[in-house]
């Protein structure tokens, strides 16, 4: 006997639903088309243009939005407010500096290292405050970012007030980004390499990773204990257990967008942890849409390119920032794209035009309007 | 020893009069106000210019002139406040507490920066600095300008602990703060009793800033950060939503950090407090006086 007919299964829908539409103007094929084609101009630009300056901001803005990704696990996802985001950034970039620099690791060997730092980090700061009201959370996150920032200016292993210098970028068992690599007569340098690293493994990678894990068992609870926090954990979700995953994975992903900012800054010290860029992710996430993939990388995009492309505005930039995010949550609290969000001219389930079929008897009862 | 018990009260006064603001807002609509470390530093500022532009009315550098312009900039802080409530938290008063506390920092963020677009990045040199010879007492030197900003701080405390107690208008904010719904249907203004209550937490924490310009001589845009934070602190040591808690939480705070800066040294003086924080929150999240609150679904 197979185990597949003693399973349950669920009965035949009362009424037949509308196919999904299909075609590339389906909202979840289009996204993907949109993703990868997006995707694939980042991969051809260094083609058309390879200034190192743009290389460079582009490579700033992809890792803010592996960080903005990692934060949108614990804010959007999970709905707890994290403003020392920044300190997972610095224990990411301090543990690879601190290894590289002083005992001869390579890149790829501390993340290991990252990774478990960064478990503990998330562990000591969430383990005793998600038990309480998630409020509480945000102001010890806001103390834990200026102890880690204190902690690293006052300890001599960490370089004091200078920081760490010469970090190496990334390298592979022996072969690293610096040496360069000629494709087809076309010299790629480190600059470059480093891109495409980042692209790949960080928004290519890192951000799908999140993105899908919003989406799996996991992310509907974070979501459900985001919502209503009492009716899930009379769902059988622990809340408790749920919330610790969704801060210890966003600190996992700091962690590793730290150790991408030391490879590309080469430098790193205690004045790069402000808790001003704590709040700049935060803007990013919460301006573009909290929960939602698109919104939070528009939104990374624009707050790390904003003050690039519009010089005269840098000055203003954190003044606007601040009163955007007020106006933001007063008049649009979902962000420029929000979460479930499906542009107009896609096409939508066609709903049929019978009359509802309504169950009746108690089940069934209209909802009271509270 | 009763150098450090002294800077520990002295420090701590200045933390409970903030730690006030914090916790009697979050008492009634149970918002961290974000905000609130950057009003203490506004009413540094605006006394500052308020100074600026009357120093030759008034002459500078006494006590008196001191007290009349923090009671200019307790007012104008405490506006700032109920305008801050009025644009920023009202609409929000039905949102998810995720929200409102974006808003919070949003709020801030743009208090602290615009001040910076003023003012400048810069510190700026306070035109009162009060400084007396100092006195021994018991092995601690004490000046004239602590004996009196503890005074003042003390006095202030001592007339909001009357009127949140014995008057009309404080019983309407301890019943808004047991049952908003409640006291709405009983007749209390409930928009108003919060507003009141911006206004003198703000106010309070306006004449913090005050004091403290005056101390220590000069103000910056970030002041407000820090010391928003340890006020927090204090607050949840003392038990969050009581006000006696605030007042005790302030000074125990400040004499924990007074000995920790004794023996760890001066730089680790904010981990210290922050490090306290998060103690107590694991151990004793209700604080010295706070009693256990069941939270109603």
């Known amino acids: 006997m197979t185990t597949d007919s003693t399973r349950l299964h669920a009965p035949a829908p009362f009424i ?30 260094p083609f058309i243009s390879a200034t190192p300056y743009l290389i460079s901001i582009l490579t700033s803005a992809f890792i803010y939005i ?47 290292f990252v990774v478990v730092a960064c478990i503990i980090a998330g562990v000591i700061i969430g383990g005793p405050t998600l038990r309480l009201r998630t409020d509480y959370l945000a102001i010890v996150t806001l103390g834990f970012g200026e102890i880690v920032r204190i902690t690293a200016n006052n300890l001599t292993v960490t370089g004091g007030p200078t920081g760490i210098h010469g970090i190496p970028t990334w390298s592979f068992f022996g072969w690293s ?73 966003g600190a996992i992903w700091g962690g590793f967008a730290g150790t ?12 790069s942890f402000l808790f001003l860029y704590s709040a700049l992710v935060l803007m990013a996430v919460v301006l573009g849409g909290m929960a939602s993939t698109p919104g939070v990388i528009i939104g990374a995009l624009f707050v790390s390119l904003a003050p690039e492309f519009l010089r005269e505005f840098s000055e203003w930039r954190f003044l606007l920032f601040g009163l955007l995010l007020v106006v933001t949550m007063v008049f649009r609290p979902k962000g420029i794209w929000p979460e479930n969000a499906v542009l107009p001219f896609l096409k939508k389930r066609q709903v049929p035009a019978h009359e509802p079929v309504g169950a009746t008897g108690p089940v069934a009862e209209p909802e009271e309007a509270s | ?17 903030i730690a006030l603001g914090y916790s009697m807002v979050y008492g009634i609509i149970k918002l961290l106000n974000f905000a609130h470390g950057d009003i203490y530093m506004l009413g540094a500022f605006f006394s500052f210019v308020v100074l600026g532009g009357m120093s030759g009315l008034l002459g500078i550098g006494s006590i008196p002139v001191l007290l009349l312009v923090m009671l200019i900039a307790m007012l104008f802080t405490g506006f700032m406040g109920v305008f801050i409530e009025r644009v920023a938290y009202r609409p929000l008063r039905g949102s998810p507490r995720l929200s409102v506390l974006i808003t919070a920092v949003g709020v801030s963020f743009t208090l602290e920066y615009a001040v910076r677009q003023i003012f400048g990045p810069n510190p700026e040199v306070f035109p009162i600095r009060l400084s007396g010879t100092p006195i021994t007492i018991l092995g601690a030197r004490i000046t004239l300008p602590q004996v009196v900003l503890m005074i003042v701080a003390a006095l202030l405390m001592f007339g909001l602990q009357r009127y949140i107690m014995h008057t009309r208008e404080g019983r309407a904010m301890r019943a808004i703060a047991l049952d908003q719904t409640a006291s709405l249907l009983m007749g209390v203004n409930v928009n108003k009793v919060i507003s009141r209550t911006f206004f003198i937490g703000s106010a309070l924490a306006g004449a913090a800033g005050v004091m403290a310009a005056a101390y220590y001589g000069s103000i910056d845009f970030l002041m407000g950060f820090v010391i928003g934070l340890k006020a927090f602190t ?53 604080g010295i006086l706070g009693e256990r609150v069941t939270e109603r679904v």
């Open chain 2, 1 to 17: 020893m009763s150098q450090l018990i002294w800077n520990g009260l002295f420090v701590g006064s200045f933390y409970a009069l």
């Open chain 1, 177 to 249: 980004f610096a040496d360069g690599v000629t494709i087809g007569g076309l010299y790629f340098n480190s600059k470059i390499l480093f891109y495409y690293f980042v692209l790949v493994v960080g928004v290519g990678g890192a951000v799908v990773a999140a993105a899908r894990l919003g989406k799996g068992k996991m992310g509907r609870a974070w979501k459900s204990i985001r919502d209503d926090e009492d009716v899930s954990e009379a769902m059988g979700i622990n809340g408790y257990r749920t919330k610790l995953m969704a801060y210890v994975i």
């Open chain 1, 66 to 112: 592996v960080l903005a990704m990692g934060l949108n696990v614990v804010v959007g996802y999970a709905g707890l407010l994290d403003l020392g985001y920044i300190a997972f950034m610095a224990v990411g970039a301090y543990t690879s500096g601190i290894l590289t620099t002083r005992f001869g690791f390579s890149m790829l060997e501390t993340i290991p």
């Open chain 1, 260 to 271: 991408l900012m030391g490879a590309h800054l080469t430098a790193i010290s205690p004045n």
């Open chain 2, 234 to 286: 204090a607050a949840v040591i003392g038990g969050i939503g009581n006000i006696y808690g605030a007042m005790l939480g302030g000074l125990v705070l400040g004499l924990l950090e007074s000995f920790g800066t004794h023996l760890f040294g001066g730089e680790w003086r904010d981990v210290f407090a922050f490090g306290f924080l998060i103690l107590f929150l694991t151990f004793r999240p209700t």
């Open chain 1, 16 to 45: 037949d639903r509308a196919p999904q539409p299909s075609g590339i103007l389906a909202p979840n094929t289009f996204m993907k088309t949109l993703g990868a084609v997006c995707f694939v101009t980042a991969l051809v630009l």
